[in-house]
């Protein structure tokens, strides 16, 4: 019988074709969000219900070493030089990243997600954990220089601007009505659960 190479290749095209379309699908699949923003509705026991701000009704199962934090708000003064802050921002007009809400951590919690990476607040937007080196006053609020192991980057946080900084919470705060932002994982059984809880105090909406 002759040799014919085409009977050979023809498989191998077959499954390269299906294995690149098979890719292609999981690209165009959205990804699986690793936060939810939004109100508590109740707790049952391990279970955690929260209304979502687009609507969605969330149930998280919590870890047993879950992390409750609170957050409250501070003024932008509080902000000095050598600060350990997170801040979401967007590109300004002028081309300096306009600060949409920072958090100041406190001593503890430095080094915290140190970096910059896009954020999935607003379109666009960044997320940046980094330490404050110089920090302007100017008549449209505080122009603030952060360094980061990787580099660093220059951001306007205008007077308006949300700031808080984090506070020791426990699961008590997780109270219907409450407003969280909560980090979560997808289980292989497709359920999600969260070990870590940022919960705003005195009705603060957690801004980042």
Do not use: C, W
Request: charged letters at 20%; proline letters at 8%.
């Amino acid at each position: 019988m002759p040799f014919r190479p085409a009977q050979f290749v023809r498989p191998f095209i077959a499954l390269a074709m299906v294995t690149a379309s098979t890719l292609y699908a999981i690209a165009q699949q959205p990804p699986t969000p690793t936060r939810v923003r939004g109100t508590v509705e109740g707790v049952d026991g391990d279970t955690l219900s929260v209304k979502s701000r687009s609507g969605e009704d969330v149930r998280l199962h919590m870890t047993g070493n879950m992390v409750v934090l609170g957050l409250t708000r501070i003024a932008l003064s509080e902000i000095k030089v050598g600060s350990f802050i997170g801040t979401t921002t967007v590109p300004g007009p002028d081309g300096v990243p306009k600060a949409i809400e920072v958090h100041v951590f406190p001593e503890n919690m430095r080094g915290t997600g140190e970096g910059s990476r896009p954020y999935d607040l607003k379109p666009n937007s960044s997320m940046t954990n980094a330490t404050v080196a110089e920090s302007v006053v100017g008549n449209d609020g505080h122009t603030l220089r952060v360094k980061y192991k990787d580099g660093e980057k220059t951001v306007l946080v205008s007077p308006d601007t949300p700031v808080v900084t984090y506070v020791s919470a426990d699961k008590s705060e997780l109270k219907a009505g409450a407003k969280i932002i909560a980090f979560m994982k997808k289980l292989p059984d497709g359920s999600l659960e969260t070990d870590r809880v940022s919960v705003g105090r005195d009705g603060l909406t957690p801004p980042m």
